[in-house]
């Protein structure tokens, strides 16, 4: 029967005060203790060893454990840690197997490291509405079925300019195709860097964005603008995010998160530096990053060009042999028998094709895009759909 916990040392102590002016049997006296011979003989023989102090317990954690990683191993992946603040445990344990084939870690231990080294944040779970609305449902099975693009928040450099990257990224294998400080966020310049992106890469099948400027317009139908119209006649599918719901487009907001605490946060410097630190930035998360969505490869090991060339703007959309063609005037108006209906300005120079429904009515379609319905009856143009 073991000693109360509430008077373990003491007992202890006179148990082996017993032991010391014992006229009784050593078994006698350990029966009269409630203990068994052996326990006895433990606890005798640690007072012989290191005198009453040798009476308090001993940790019960093994001295070696066989999965326990050794010294050398632990500042490795403490040093790989801080090379790379961003990477989580699975991202690092990737790194350090690719160094050391012959040495792995279990993820659990690389996790223990880190959380003790005090390099592991715990981040807040968002919870995601599965309502609102989207343009287009694009399914993505290979590279360049979807680019995600969007300008990061921006930030003041040293000497005084306003560094707002420009970023776009594969959503397939997450390989970033720009990371670019323009020269401005207006729509000349973001499709600058597009056609650069387009000659370089290809065209991709559809491009998703936010409702902001200038890649939607609040005021025109359907949210296009004048660079959206342009993707558009390029044969791109355009989807935009749902207003107020970046989760939408969650993987290139944790991209921009990234972006923002190797960039951003870390380094200080003028508008030419910045951008010499987002090249940097965007190799390390192309070809170091490993990417637990693509089985813990890098971007780069993933993506492959588009066999779609970029051959310019398209002189003229096709549309079906029944559809009737109208121009759009630099004004956004369109002439329908004499009359004008107003369609939208960001369309203007471009092809819009009517289709029959009634007698009377014509859906209004700007290449797959439907835009609205023309009724001839009261000569009105209605965005509502047909």
């Known amino acids: 029967m073991p000693w109360k916990e509430s008077t373990t040392m003491e007992e202890r102590q006179r148990f082996i005060n017993s032991v010391l002016e014992r006229t009784d049997s050593f078994k006698d006296l350990c029966s009269e203790y409630n203990i068994s011979t052996k326990t006895g003989y433990k606890w005798f023989n640690r007072f012989r060893a290191d005198g009453y102090a040798g009476l308090q317990d001993h940790s019960k954690r093994p001295l070696n454990h066989p999965s326990r990683l050794s010294e050398e191993v632990v500042c490795d992946l403490i040093s790989m840690k801080l090379a790379h603040s961003n990477f989580g445990p699975k991202k690092i344990l990737e790194l350090y197997r690719r160094i050391n084939p012959n040495n792995q870690p279990s993820l659990s231990s690389v996790n223990r490291v880190l959380k003790r080294a005090g390099l592991v ?15 287009s449902q694009v399914n993505i099975k290979r590279p360049n079925d979807l680019w995600t693009v969007d300008f990061k928040g921006w930030w003041m450099s040293k ?25 401005n966020t207006r729509t000349e310049a973001v499709k600058d860097m597009l056609i650069y992106l387009f000659k370089k890469y290809g065209l991709p099948n559809a491009i998703q964005s936010d409702n902001g400027s200038p890649f939607a317009s609040k005021s025109n139908i359907n949210g296009i603008s004048q660079l959206s119209a342009w993707l558009i006649s390029l044969g791109i599918i355009i989807t935009h995010s749902r207003p107020g719901h970046p989760q939408d487009n969650g993987g290139h907001e944790r991209m921009h998160r990234d972006l923002k605490e190797s960039v951003q946060v870390r380094f200080r410097g003028n508008a030419k530096q910045y951008q010499a630190e987002l090249n940097l930035w965007r190799e390390e998360f192309n070809k170091v990053r490993p990417h637990e969505a693509i089985k813990m490869k890098t971007p780069a090991e993933v993506y492959q060009k588009s066999s ?18 109208r121009k759009v005037a630099s004004s956004g108006y369109i002439k329908l028998d004499g009359q004008k209906f107003f369609i939208s300005t960001a369309l203007r120079e471009y092809f819009v094709g009517l289709k029959i429904i009634e007698s009377y009515k014509l859906a209004v379609y700007f290449a797959y895009v439907f835009l609205g319905t023309i009724d001839m009856k009261t000569l009105s143009f209605s965005t509502e759909p047909k």
Do not use: M, W
């Open 121 to 135: 944040k715990r981040r807040k779970k968002r919870r995601v509405s599965s309502s609102g609305r989207l343009v």
């Open 159 to 183: 000497d005084r300019h306003r560094i707002e990257p420009f970023t776009v990224r594969d959503a397939f294998s997450r390989y970033v195709l720009a990371s670019t400080h323009l020269r």
């Open 308 to 325: 779609r060339k970029y051959s310019g703007q398209p002189d003229e959309i096709a549309y079906p042999k029944e559809y009737t063609i």
